[in-house]
């Protein structure tokens, strides 16, 4: 039987070592020592539009998703979760400078709009933290299969560290993240929260088509000319964290 009272079933240092990781990853800012190469102008023309996009997607202020966490925070009686999200928001901008800097390295304009930053954003302003968090680790989940193909597309040594590390810290991301949402559905019946991971792993897919267009040409460095190469992993990835999700809740459900 589930518990009743939400601050009880949550311990108070669930999210400790997540605050640990985010105050000691806040101070290890990625520092590439070597000369930084031009890329050849068909690299430029491959990766240009693909970076800025993400160079976008990664510098929300994350306004609104602070608002609704510091709501749960103070629902959950656990005041270390608002200064995690904030450190989180805090490190995915970084991510968006590391993207800008290489850009502005090779003399390439930085992003200025895109309608999928934008999508992301009215959907995660429209509704709770549940969504938010949903909408975020979509992101993330597939942040976590591009940069490693970003990696792949170029042959700059300082862009393939940008990646390497971005894609080190997105891991981390999700699994902060399915540690969230294993909580946030604490007080769910179980078909409920089935439905709501089948949903999010509906809205991951149709998401990953929906980015093909402008990212085909760097993820086919690592999956071919098959979209559905790269589709098949974003599915597995989804499914591996879904099924997180399922065993931490079920950790807090359990008297």
């Known amino acids: ?62 306004l609104q998703l602070i608002k609704h966490a510091q709501r749960w925070s103070q629902k959950i009686d656990n005041p270390d979760y608002i200064k995690i999200i904030k450190l989180f928001i805090g490190e995915e901008n970084r991510h968006s400078r590391y993207l800008a800097e290489f850009l502005k390295s090779q003399n390439l304009t930085l992003g200025t709009e895109s309608f999928t930053d934008k999508a992301f954003r009215a959907i995660r302003n429209s509704f709770g933290l549940e969504m938010s968090i949903r909408v975020l680790a979509a992101a993330e989940i597939i942040a976590t299969i591009y940069y490693p193909c970003l990696r792949m597309a170029t042959s700059n040594e300082y862009l393939k560290s940008i990646c ?78 879904l099924s997180l999700i399922k065993q931490l809740r079920e950790r807090l459900i359990l008297p």
């Open 1 to 62: 039987m589930k518990r009743t009272n939400l601050a009880n079933s949550i311990p108070d240092d669930y999210f400790s070592n997540w605050l640990e990781y985010c105050e000691k990853n806040r101070k290890n800012h990625l520092k590439y020592l070597g000369k930084i190469e031009r890329i050849t102008p068909t690299e430029a023309q491959r990766i240009h539009h693909s970076v800025q996009e993400f160079q976008l997607g990664e510098a929300s202020e994350g």
């Open 164 to 241: 390497l590390r971005i894609t080190e810290e997105e891991i981390e991301h999700v699994k902060f993240q399915m540690q969230n949402l294993a909580a946030l559905n604490i007080e769910k019946n179980e078909i409920l929260f089935r439905f709501s991971n089948l949903l999010h792993l509906f809205f991951i897919l149709g998401t990953s088509i929906m980015i093909l267009p402008i990212h085909s040409p760097v993820i086919q460095s690592k999956y071919g000319n098959n979209p559905i190469n790269f589709l098949k992993v974003v599915i597995g990835e989804t499914k591996k964290y």
